[in-house]
Protein backbone atom coordinates (compact mmCIF):
# COMPACT_ATOMS: atom_id res chain seq x y z
CA UNK A 1 0.00 0.00 0.00
CA UNK A 2 2.74 2.54 1.17
CA UNK A 3 4.96 1.20 -1.44
CA UNK A 4 2.77 1.48 -4.06
CA UNK A 5 2.04 5.57 -2.57
CA UNK A 6 5.95 5.87 -2.95
CA UNK A 7 5.95 4.62 -6.81
CA UNK A 8 2.72 7.37 -7.72
CA UNK A 9 4.54 9.73 -5.49
CA UNK A 10 7.92 9.11 -7.35
CA UNK A 11 6.02 9.23 -10.60
CA UNK A 12 4.25 12.56 -10.18
CA UNK A 13 7.79 14.00 -9.08
CA UNK A 14 9.37 12.84 -12.14
CA UNK A 15 6.23 14.31 -14.06
CA UNK A 16 6.72 17.49 -12.80
CA UNK A 17 10.62 17.57 -13.66
CA UNK A 18 9.75 16.77 -16.75
CA UNK A 19 6.71 19.40 -17.21
CA UNK A 20 9.05 22.19 -15.95
CA UNK A 21 11.45 21.10 -18.99
CA UNK A 22 14.56 20.50 -16.39
CA UNK A 23 17.69 18.93 -17.50
CA UNK A 24 17.93 16.46 -14.74
CA UNK A 25 15.46 13.80 -15.72
CA UNK A 26 18.24 10.65 -14.88
CA UNK A 27 19.31 11.98 -10.78
CA UNK A 28 15.93 12.78 -9.10
CA UNK A 29 17.04 17.09 -8.24
CA UNK A 30 16.73 17.89 -4.19
CA UNK A 31 13.62 19.09 -4.84
CA UNK A 32 12.23 16.33 -6.07
CA UNK A 33 13.12 14.05 -3.10
CA UNK A 34 11.60 16.93 -0.84
CA UNK A 35 8.56 16.52 -2.35
CA UNK A 36 8.53 12.91 -2.61
CA UNK A 37 8.83 12.36 0.89
CA UNK A 38 6.48 15.09 1.78
CA UNK A 39 3.63 13.78 -0.47
CA UNK A 40 4.67 10.23 1.56
CA UNK A 41 3.71 12.22 4.77
CA UNK A 42 0.59 13.72 3.48
CA UNK A 43 -1.19 10.62 2.26
CA UNK A 44 -2.80 8.89 5.22
CA UNK A 45 -3.31 4.94 5.75
CA UNK A 46 -6.76 3.99 5.90
CA UNK A 47 -6.37 2.82 9.84
CA UNK A 48 -9.32 -0.15 10.56
CA UNK A 49 -9.59 0.04 14.61
CA UNK A 50 -12.87 -0.88 16.55
CA UNK A 51 -16.36 1.22 17.74
CA UNK A 52 -14.48 2.20 20.89
CA UNK A 53 -10.31 2.33 20.05
CA UNK A 54 -8.09 3.05 16.82
CA UNK A 55 -6.44 0.12 15.30
CA UNK A 56 -3.20 -0.66 17.14
CA UNK A 57 -0.27 -0.11 15.58
CA UNK A 58 2.61 -0.09 18.18
CA UNK A 59 3.64 -2.46 20.70
CA UNK A 60 2.79 0.66 23.42
CA UNK A 61 -1.13 0.19 22.74
CA UNK A 62 -1.32 -3.39 24.09
CA UNK A 63 -1.22 -2.92 27.94
CA UNK A 64 -3.78 -0.01 27.32
CA UNK A 65 -6.18 -1.67 25.16
CA UNK A 66 -6.39 -4.75 27.39
CA UNK A 67 -6.89 -2.46 30.61
CA UNK A 68 -9.57 -0.84 28.45
CA UNK A 69 -11.72 -3.80 27.51
CA UNK A 70 -11.35 -5.43 30.73
CA UNK A 71 -12.51 -2.16 32.22
CA UNK A 72 -15.04 -2.17 29.83
CA UNK A 73 -16.61 -6.08 29.89
CA UNK A 74 -16.47 -5.90 33.98
CA UNK A 75 -18.73 -2.73 33.46
CA UNK A 76 -20.70 -4.78 30.95
CA UNK A 77 -21.24 -7.87 32.81
CA UNK A 78 -21.81 -5.72 36.35
CA UNK A 79 -24.18 -3.49 33.91
CA UNK A 80 -26.30 -6.39 32.73
CA UNK A 81 -26.33 -8.39 35.95
CA UNK A 82 -27.33 -5.74 38.33
CA UNK A 83 -30.12 -4.21 35.49
CA UNK A 84 -31.70 -7.91 35.69
CA UNK A 85 -31.81 -7.79 39.49
CA UNK A 86 -33.73 -4.94 39.61
CA UNK A 87 -36.21 -6.03 37.18
CA UNK A 88 -36.36 -9.52 38.76
CA UNK A 89 -37.20 -8.65 42.11
CA UNK A 90 -39.18 -5.31 41.23
CA UNK A 91 -41.50 -7.65 39.34
CA UNK A 92 -41.46 -10.66 41.69
CA UNK A 93 -41.83 -8.04 45.04
CA UNK A 94 -44.29 -5.93 43.71
CA UNK A 95 -47.32 -5.11 45.62
CA UNK A 96 -50.79 -6.59 44.30
CA UNK A 97 -53.57 -8.11 46.38
CA UNK A 98 -52.47 -11.37 48.70
CA UNK A 99 -48.97 -10.02 48.99
CA UNK A 100 -49.15 -8.04 51.89
CA UNK A 101 -46.16 -6.02 53.43
CA UNK A 102 -43.33 -9.10 54.17
CA UNK A 103 -41.80 -9.49 57.56
CA UNK A 104 -39.39 -6.44 58.48
CA UNK A 105 -36.24 -6.03 56.56
CA UNK A 106 -33.27 -8.05 57.59
CA UNK A 107 -30.39 -5.65 58.58
CA UNK A 108 -27.28 -7.34 58.96
CA UNK A 109 -25.80 -10.19 57.25
CA UNK A 110 -22.68 -10.73 57.45
CA UNK A 111 -21.86 -13.17 54.39
CA UNK A 112 -23.29 -10.96 52.03
CA UNK A 113 -21.48 -7.68 53.39
CA UNK A 114 -18.19 -9.77 53.06
CA UNK A 115 -18.82 -10.90 49.60
CA UNK A 116 -19.17 -6.82 48.47
CA UNK A 117 -16.83 -5.85 50.13
CA UNK A 118 -13.65 -8.76 49.01
CA UNK A 119 -14.83 -9.22 45.58
CA UNK A 120 -14.91 -5.14 44.49
CA UNK A 121 -11.42 -5.02 46.67
CA UNK A 122 -10.07 -7.97 44.67
CA UNK A 123 -11.14 -6.34 41.66
CA UNK A 124 -9.67 -3.16 42.19
CA UNK A 125 -6.28 -4.46 43.27
CA UNK A 126 -6.81 -6.81 39.78
CA UNK A 127 -7.23 -3.28 37.82
CA UNK A 128 -4.16 -1.85 39.59
CA UNK A 129 -1.80 -3.88 38.74
CA UNK A 130 -2.77 -4.11 34.99
CA UNK A 131 -2.56 -0.60 35.25
CA UNK A 132 0.81 -0.22 36.72
CA UNK A 133 2.64 -2.71 34.68
CA UNK A 134 1.30 -1.26 31.33
CA UNK A 135 2.85 2.59 32.75
CA UNK A 136 5.72 1.17 34.23
CA UNK A 137 6.82 -0.92 30.57
CA UNK A 138 5.14 2.34 28.50
CA UNK A 139 7.73 4.68 30.72
CA UNK A 140 10.96 3.08 30.51
CA UNK A 141 12.39 3.02 26.81
CA UNK A 142 14.66 0.37 25.91
CA UNK A 143 18.19 1.14 26.46
CA UNK A 144 18.99 1.12 22.66
CA UNK A 145 16.47 2.79 21.20
CA UNK A 146 17.07 5.14 18.21
CA UNK A 147 16.56 8.71 19.38
CA UNK A 148 14.69 11.54 17.58
CA UNK A 149 14.51 15.10 18.84
CA UNK A 150 11.20 16.84 19.11
CA UNK A 151 10.51 20.77 19.33
CA UNK A 152 6.95 21.89 19.59
CA UNK A 153 6.69 25.19 19.32
CA UNK A 154 3.25 27.69 18.12
CA UNK A 155 1.71 25.75 15.80
CA UNK A 156 3.93 22.92 14.16
CA UNK A 157 6.12 19.87 14.86
CA UNK A 158 9.97 19.67 14.20
CA UNK A 159 11.71 16.63 14.24
CA UNK A 160 15.15 16.13 14.16
CA UNK A 161 17.03 12.93 13.39
CA UNK A 162 20.50 11.28 14.43
CA UNK A 163 22.61 13.04 11.30
CA UNK A 164 20.62 16.44 11.85
CA UNK A 165 18.09 16.09 9.05
CA UNK A 166 14.54 18.01 9.97
CA UNK A 167 11.55 17.68 9.39
CA UNK A 168 8.25 18.60 9.76
CA UNK A 169 6.54 14.65 9.67
CA UNK A 170 8.11 12.03 12.06
CA UNK A 171 9.58 9.42 10.13
CA UNK A 172 10.90 6.34 11.96
CA UNK A 173 11.75 2.66 11.06
CA UNK A 174 9.21 -0.83 11.82
CA UNK A 175 9.61 -2.89 14.92
CA UNK A 176 12.54 -0.40 16.00
CA UNK A 177 12.50 0.93 19.51
CA UNK A 178 12.25 4.57 18.89
CA UNK A 179 12.40 7.03 21.84
CA UNK A 180 11.19 10.70 21.46
CA UNK A 181 13.25 13.32 23.71
CA UNK A 182 10.63 16.30 23.47
CA UNK A 183 10.88 20.09 24.83
CA UNK A 184 9.08 23.34 23.66
CA UNK A 185 9.75 25.91 22.27
CA UNK A 186 7.48 28.56 24.05
CA UNK A 187 4.11 27.54 25.65
CA UNK A 188 2.78 23.75 26.77
CA UNK A 189 1.67 21.29 24.00
CA UNK A 190 0.83 17.65 24.16
CA UNK A 191 2.26 15.11 21.68
CA UNK A 192 -0.42 12.38 20.86
CA UNK A 193 -0.19 9.86 18.34
CA UNK A 194 -3.48 7.55 18.92
CA UNK A 195 -2.65 4.61 16.98
CA UNK A 196 0.42 4.37 19.18
CA UNK A 197 -1.44 5.14 22.52
CA UNK A 198 1.36 7.21 23.60
CA UNK A 199 0.36 10.69 24.90
CA UNK A 200 2.94 13.15 26.94
CA UNK A 201 3.06 16.94 27.60
CA UNK A 202 6.01 18.98 25.97
CA UNK A 203 7.06 21.86 28.07
CA UNK A 204 9.42 24.54 27.89
CA UNK A 205 12.84 24.91 29.53
CA UNK A 206 12.74 21.21 30.42
CA UNK A 207 12.74 17.54 28.49
CA UNK A 208 10.18 14.42 28.06
CA UNK A 209 9.73 11.48 27.11
CA UNK A 210 7.94 8.88 25.44
CA UNK A 211 9.08 5.40 23.34
CA UNK A 212 7.22 2.92 21.21
CA UNK A 213 7.93 0.16 18.77
CA UNK A 214 5.80 0.57 15.62
CA UNK A 215 4.21 -2.47 14.12
CA UNK A 216 2.81 -1.83 11.26
CA UNK A 217 4.36 0.34 8.12
CA UNK A 218 1.91 3.38 7.20
CA UNK A 219 1.06 6.48 7.29
CA UNK A 220 -0.31 7.37 10.52
CA UNK A 221 -2.13 10.51 12.26
CA UNK A 222 -0.34 12.92 15.09
CA UNK A 223 -2.01 15.57 17.17
CA UNK A 224 -0.98 17.94 19.78
CA UNK A 225 -3.75 17.95 22.53
CA UNK A 226 -3.13 20.64 24.65
CA UNK A 227 -4.85 23.63 24.48
CA UNK A 228 -2.35 25.84 22.49
CA UNK A 229 -3.40 28.90 21.69
CA UNK A 230 -5.27 30.10 18.19
CA UNK A 231 -4.03 27.41 16.03
CA UNK A 232 -4.12 25.07 18.63
CA UNK A 233 -6.32 22.73 16.10
CA UNK A 234 -3.96 23.29 13.27
CA UNK A 235 -0.61 21.43 15.33
CA UNK A 236 -1.12 18.28 13.64
CA UNK A 237 1.32 16.07 11.81
CA UNK A 238 1.78 12.71 10.78
CA UNK A 239 4.02 9.75 11.60
CA UNK A 240 5.74 7.29 8.76
CA UNK A 241 6.77 4.19 9.80
CA UNK A 242 8.84 3.03 6.87
CA UNK A 243 9.26 -0.59 6.20
CA UNK A 244 12.64 -2.30 6.80
CA UNK A 245 15.55 -0.08 4.91
CA UNK A 246 13.29 2.79 4.11
CA UNK A 247 14.16 5.10 6.93
CA UNK A 248 17.79 4.28 6.41
CA UNK A 249 17.51 5.46 2.83
CA UNK A 250 14.83 8.48 4.29
CA UNK A 251 17.96 9.92 6.31
CA UNK A 252 20.45 9.71 3.23
CA UNK A 253 18.43 11.45 0.58
CA UNK A 254 16.93 13.61 2.76
CA UNK A 255 20.50 15.01 4.13
CA UNK A 256 21.53 15.06 0.54
CA UNK A 257 18.78 17.09 -0.44
CA UNK A 258 18.79 19.08 2.51
CA UNK A 259 21.86 20.43 1.83
CA UNK A 260 21.82 20.95 -2.37
CA UNK A 261 18.34 22.35 -2.05
CA UNK A 262 17.92 26.06 -4.14
CA UNK A 263 17.38 28.68 -1.56
CA UNK A 264 13.54 29.43 -2.66
CA UNK A 265 12.88 25.94 -2.09
CA UNK A 266 13.94 26.23 1.45
CA UNK A 267 12.41 29.12 1.92
CA UNK A 268 9.36 27.65 1.33
CA UNK A 269 9.96 24.47 2.88
CA UNK A 270 10.26 26.71 6.30
CA UNK A 271 7.38 27.99 5.19
CA UNK A 272 5.70 25.38 4.83
CA UNK A 273 7.08 23.98 7.99
CA UNK A 274 6.95 26.87 10.34
CA UNK A 275 5.10 29.93 8.74
CA UNK A 276 1.74 28.51 6.76
CA UNK A 277 -0.77 28.22 10.42
CA UNK A 278 -0.08 32.09 10.71
CA UNK A 279 0.81 33.53 7.13
CA UNK A 280 -1.32 32.86 4.32
CA UNK A 281 0.14 33.72 0.79
CA UNK A 282 -3.52 35.26 -0.85
CA UNK A 283 -4.16 38.05 0.99
CA UNK A 284 -6.35 36.12 3.64
CA UNK A 285 -5.95 37.42 7.51
CA UNK A 286 -5.06 35.04 9.77
CA UNK A 287 -2.96 35.81 13.19
CA UNK A 288 -0.57 37.03 11.49
CA UNK A 289 0.08 39.61 8.54
CA UNK A 290 -0.26 37.61 4.70
CA UNK A 291 2.76 36.96 2.88
CA UNK A 292 1.08 37.99 -0.49
CA UNK A 293 3.30 40.72 -2.04
CA UNK A 294 5.28 41.78 0.95
CA UNK A 295 8.68 42.03 -0.61
CA UNK A 296 9.60 45.80 -0.84
CA UNK A 297 6.25 46.65 0.87
CA UNK A 298 5.62 49.41 3.58
CA UNK A 299 4.04 48.92 6.38
CA UNK A 300 3.37 50.67 9.93
CA UNK A 301 4.18 49.49 13.00
CA UNK A 302 2.43 49.56 15.99
CA UNK A 303 4.15 53.32 18.01
CA UNK A 304 3.67 54.95 14.13
CA UNK A 305 7.35 53.82 12.49
CA UNK A 306 7.48 53.10 9.02
CA UNK A 307 9.32 50.05 8.04
CA UNK A 308 10.47 48.59 4.26
CA UNK A 309 10.31 44.71 4.49
CA UNK A 310 13.83 44.36 3.44
CA UNK A 311 16.15 41.41 4.41
CA UNK A 312 17.36 42.87 8.03
CA UNK A 313 13.60 43.66 8.70
CA UNK A 314 12.55 40.30 7.80
CA UNK A 315 15.63 38.48 9.81
CA UNK A 316 14.91 40.63 12.50
CA UNK A 317 11.18 39.55 12.53
CA UNK A 318 11.78 36.09 12.30
CA UNK A 319 14.66 35.66 15.08
CA UNK A 320 12.90 38.32 17.54
CA UNK A 321 9.47 38.94 16.41
CA UNK A 322 8.42 41.14 19.14
CA UNK A 323 11.09 44.05 18.33
CA UNK A 324 8.66 45.34 15.61
CA UNK A 325 5.21 44.49 15.71
CA UNK A 326 3.05 45.37 12.86
CA UNK A 327 0.37 47.61 13.71
CA UNK A 328 -2.92 46.21 13.98
CA UNK A 329 -1.34 42.71 14.76
CA UNK A 330 -1.42 40.41 17.93
CA UNK A 331 2.36 40.15 18.21
CA UNK A 332 2.22 36.40 19.18
CA UNK A 333 4.67 35.12 17.34
CA UNK A 334 7.07 32.83 18.41
CA UNK A 335 10.91 33.62 18.40
CA UNK A 336 12.66 31.46 15.63
CA UNK A 337 16.27 32.27 17.68
CA UNK A 338 18.00 28.63 17.94
CA UNK A 339 15.39 27.02 15.37
CA UNK A 340 16.26 28.44 11.73
CA UNK A 341 19.55 28.76 10.80
CA UNK A 342 20.99 31.92 8.80
CA UNK A 343 20.52 29.37 5.22
CA UNK A 344 17.05 28.92 6.27
CA UNK A 345 16.39 32.60 6.81
CA UNK A 346 18.10 33.58 3.60
CA UNK A 347 15.72 30.45 2.56
CA UNK A 348 12.71 32.35 3.63
CA UNK A 349 14.23 36.03 2.05
CA UNK A 350 14.37 34.55 -1.22
CA UNK A 351 10.97 33.00 -1.10
CA UNK A 352 9.28 35.94 -0.03
CA UNK A 353 11.04 37.73 -2.88
CA UNK A 354 9.25 35.25 -5.07
CA UNK A 355 5.64 35.83 -3.72
CA UNK A 356 3.90 38.65 -6.23
CU1 LIG B 1 0.31 22.80 20.51
CU2 LIG B 1 -1.99 22.59 20.98
Given at each position: MMQADAANAAAQAGEAAAGA??????????????????????????????????????????????????????????????????????????????????LPSPTHNNVIEVIWTVVPALITVVLFVIGWRGYIENATPPRKSLEIQVRGAKWNWEFTHENGVKDKALHVPVDTPVRLVMTSNDVIHSFFIPGFRVKQDVLPRRYTQIWFKATKPGVYRVYCTEYCGTSHSQMKTTVVVHEPGGYAKYLQEMQKALDNVPPEERGKRIYNAYCVSCHTLDGTLRVGPSFKGIWGAEHEMEGGAKVVVDENYVRESILTPQVKIRKGYPGSMTPFQGILKDSDIEGVIAYLKTLK
Open positions: GTAAQAQPSSNDVLSFYETMASRLSQEEGSFWLPESLANTADKPDFAFYFVYFLSVICFIGITAAVVYFVMKYRARPGNERA
